[in-house]
């Protein structure tokens, strides 16, 4: 199975602020086989990210997803009072699919 | 609209069996793949089980292998989820997601519903 490690665990900034967020596989995810997920507490994961760079539907343009082979990141350019949240990491290229553990991204 | 409603979580103890049901709306359910995922508190999505569009394919996680049985009802547009010999470990918000093609297996997900509870305890 895929191991995912995000990093780091959680990231202090303040809003308007660049949001960097790190995803490394335990193996090569083939074919960009790689998502992003935006969970708010008490709320079910949202589809951010597909196919390592594709935005889901209606996402804003200022989260962009990176990366290939190993190492993937997602980037927020300048972050908005609702993007304080944890992200989660998913590859699909291999089953099963598997998570990372998150990276909370919390008001400095 | 499109959603997915989840239902069917309970306390139960050890040993003992559930049923969770999912009830889709507001799209065609029967063309797509479904899945359950899980979330045990404070710790990150798991994947569960899925079930192809028609039924003809299921597959489990190691994990519930032989205790879990996905199964589906497209006429009622309905998944559900049995859950045999719980163990505590089996603890978690439990979701139904859809994959976002029809009739094709990605394994990524972009319906999730609201989840349902499962807590197994003594």
């Known amino acids: 199975e895929i191991v995912l490690t995000q990093s780091p665990g959680t990231l202090s900034l303040s809003p308007g602020e660049r949001a960097t967020l790190s995803c490394r596989a335990s193996?090569?995810?083939?074919?960009?086989?790689l998502a992003w997920y935006q969970q708010k507490p008490g709320q079910s994961p949202r589809l951010l990210i597909y196919?390592?760079?594709s935005r889901a539907t209606g996402i804003p343009a200022r989260f962009s997803g990176s990366g290939s082979g190993t190492d993937f990141t997602l980037t927020i350019t300048r972050l908005e009072p609702e993007d304080f949240a944890v992200y989660y990491c998913?590859?699909?290229?291999?089953?099963?699919?598997?998570f990372g553990q998150g990276t909370k991204v919390e008001i400095k | 609209q499109v959603q997915l409603v989840e239902s069917g979580g309970a306390l139960v103890k050890p040993g003992g069996s559930l049923r969770l049901s999912c009830a889709a709306s507001g799209f065609t359910f029967g063309d797509y793949y479904m899945s359950w995922i899980r979330q045990a508190p404070g710790k990150g999505p798991e994947w569960v089980s899925y079930i192809s569009y028609n039924s003809g394919y299921t597959n489990y996680a190691d994990a519930v292998k032989g205790r879990f049985t996905i199964s589906r009802d497209n006429a009622k547009n309905s998944l559900s989820l049995q859950m045999n010999s719980l163990r505590v470990e089996d603890t978690a918000v439990y979701y139904c997601?859809?994959?976002?093609?029809?009739?094709?297996?990605?394994?990524?997900?972009?319906?999730w519903g609201q989840g349902t509870l499962v807590t197994v305890s003594s």
């Open positions: 193996q090569t995810v083939s074919a960009r086989y």
């Open positions: 196919g390592a760079s």
């Open positions: 998913q590859q699909y290229d291999n089953s099963p699919r598997t």
């Open positions: 997601v859809r994959d976002p093609y029809t009739e094709v297996l990605t394994g990524f997900y972009d319906l």
